[in-house]
């Protein structure tokens, strides 16, 4: 296929502000905005914008050649000084519930969107600035954000991708050369900051909130609008939209979010913020804030400060915060639908969909062709009581063979604990029995030790996006240095395989990232 050579050849489709209403004021003030679904406003300039890093594999589904990415365009455009030809940028209105409360209208505070791309191959692409400047929805923000939490979003958008985990995907990262002011901790100490701005692709950005700010307002005809659009341009295959299509939609956001949910299980991922403006109705993650991965195996973990008392969004609720959300989005459609059964329907198979999809998930990690509960009930009860790590349990897991003695298996896990004084005697002899009825049960199903270390370690991932690395990233970007950016994605690119020279990132935490800023504890500040 042939590559765009030049910015200005990218082949838009702005369908959403085509077909949707917009808001007629056309002054950039913060405010309410009704009857619409999004206000036109350009991205803010910035005097000095620098391209730290842009990921090819997304280059390519923009069909853009390496030269246009390696261009002063490129940075220009990405960093919002310029719109290419078919641009057309708008901030689009939605609300949301905030930890359980709802908060009204939020919308793109620092998001731009630039317009929707179609690919040579005809897939629809949607380009959208985040921390551009401030828009109508920003309240009383300023619309902008800073280089640390733009390199988490880059890097972990790309390693969730690698990872096989549904999201949204980062095209490019950019230092404004401007400073932001921002208190990381909300403590009375205001720093400035590099500015920097990420350009992140998907095939749509609608969340929960856009439907829910509609309903909220009584808006039904933008919202049986809204969702019309949604369903012809997001779920063509569910056919024109109808009643019952309309809950066969619903439906199917269901089944994609616990999907979704069921991955960030799988690999250890605490989002952090899972309000419900933070939920992509197509099943993405979004919104890559104060999330963190889980390091010692703790169902309670949270990384978001500002969740610290309730742990609303801890590791382990995120199943029933999902569903929560869910629910408050069928609020949201009832008024399409007009009967609760098609949304309680839904709703249910959410529940089955990740039931089911969990303990294949479940049994896939331990290598197992069935899921037994007893078996995996005992194991996540055994994790969290000492510190364990997830990542190098599961890993080192599959090198325990079926002829393995249980201190031979033992032996094969020490790797994965954090503080060894903590493996009792009484503990070890709980592991021992876990280990010995699991070796029972990979001498019944009767696969090759090879083959089935070969299956669990493609989806027992061997390099994540430790909250530690991405920390040491930032402490360098800071610095002006940018080579560990460049060095995580290479690395998070094949995060099922062994690299050579790349075992030191699939170590455990250090001690001194227990309690550091950034590594265990991060505000929505950013
Ligand atoms: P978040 O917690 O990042 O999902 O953001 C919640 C809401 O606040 C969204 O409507 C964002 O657009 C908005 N927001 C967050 N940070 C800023 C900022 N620096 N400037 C303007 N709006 C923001
Ligand atoms: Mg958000």
Not at 40 to 62: F, S
Not at 194 to 208: D, H, I, K, L, Y
Not at 274 to 292: E, F, K, Q, R
Not at 447 to 468: C, Q, T
């Amino acid at each position: 296929m042939k590559k765009i050579t030049h910015l200005d050849q990218l082949n838009f489709d702005n369908r959403f502000v085509r077909e949707l209403p917009a808001d007629e004021e056309p002054l950039n003030t913060r405010r309410q905005v009704l009857g619409a679904c999004y206000s036109r406003v350009l991205p803010t300039k910035v005097i000095n914008p620098h391209c730290i890093i842009y990921a090819q594999e997304v280059a390519d589904l923009l069909d853009l050649s390496p030269e246009v990415c390696a261009s002063d365009d490129f940075t220009q455009v990405f960093a919002g000084n310029r719109l290419a030809q078919g641009m057309d940028a708008y901030a689009t209105c939605y609300g949301g519930h905030q930890f359980g409360n709802w908060a009204g209208q939020l919308g793109d505070g620092r998001a731009i969107n630039l317009g929707d791309v179609i690919n040579q191959r005809g897939e629809r692409w949607a380009l959208q600035l985040k921390g551009a400047g401030a828009t109508p929805y920003s309240r009383n923000s300023d619309g902008l954000a800073v280089l640390r939490s733009s390199v988490r979003e880059f890097l972990c958008s790309e390693a969730m991708y690698h990872l096989g985990v549904p999201t949204t995907r980062a095209l490019s990262l950019t230092l404004t050369g401007e400073t932001v002011i921002r208190d990381m901790f909300y403590d009375g100490n205001p720093q400035a900051e590099f500015g920097a701005v990420v350009c992140r692709v998907a095939p749509s950005f609608t969340r929960f909130g856009h439907f829910q700010i509609l309903a909220a307002r009584s808006d039904t005809d933008l919202l049986k609008q809204l969702a019309d659009y949604t369903i012809r341009t997001d779920f063509p295959e569910l056919g024109e939209p109808s009643t019952a299509v309309y809950a066969q939609w619903f439906t199917e956001i269901c089944r994609r979010t616990a999907e979704m949910i069921v991955h960030w299980q799988r690999v250890g991922f605490v989002h952090g913020v899972m309000n419900t403006d933070n939920m992509s109705i197509l099943g993405l993650t979004i919104d890559y804030g104060p999330y963190g991965w889980l390091e010692n195996y703790d169902p309670d973990w949270t990384p978001n400060t500002t969740d610290a008392d309730e742990r609303r969004y801890r590791f382990g609720n995120q199943p029933a915060i999902a569903f929560w959300n869910l629910v408050q989005l069928a609020n949201a459609l009832y008024p399409l639908i007009k009967r609760v059964e098609p949304l309680k329907a839904g709703l249910a198979v959410y529940n089955d969909t990740f039931e089911h999809a969990w303990q294949t998930m479940m049994a896939a990690k331990l290598g197992l062709s069935i899921f037994d509960e007893a078996l995996c009930n005992e194991l996540l009860k055994l994790l969290p009581i000492v510190e364990t790590d997830m990542t190098i349990f599961f890993r080192q897991l599959a090198s325990v063979n079926s002829h393995h003695s249980v201190s031979e298996a033992i032996e094969q896990l020490t790797d994965a604990y954090y503080v060894p004084e903590q493996l009792t005697v009484d503990y070890r002899n709980r592991l021992s029995h876990w280990l010995s009825l699991y070796s029972q049960s990979l001498k019944q199903q009767a696969v090759p030790d090879d083959v089935r270390r070969a299956s669990m370690n493609a989806v027992n991932p061997k390099y994540v996006l430790r909250n530690y690395l991405a920390q040491l990233a930032i402490d360098d970007a800071e610095q002006g240095d940018f080579a560990k950016i460049h060095e995580l994605l290479d690395l998070l690119r094949h995060p099922y395989e062994e690299q050579t020279n790349k075992q030191h990132f699939a170590t455990k935490r250090p001690d001194w990232a227990r309690q550091r800023a950034g590594c265990s504890m991060l505000s929505c500040s950013s």
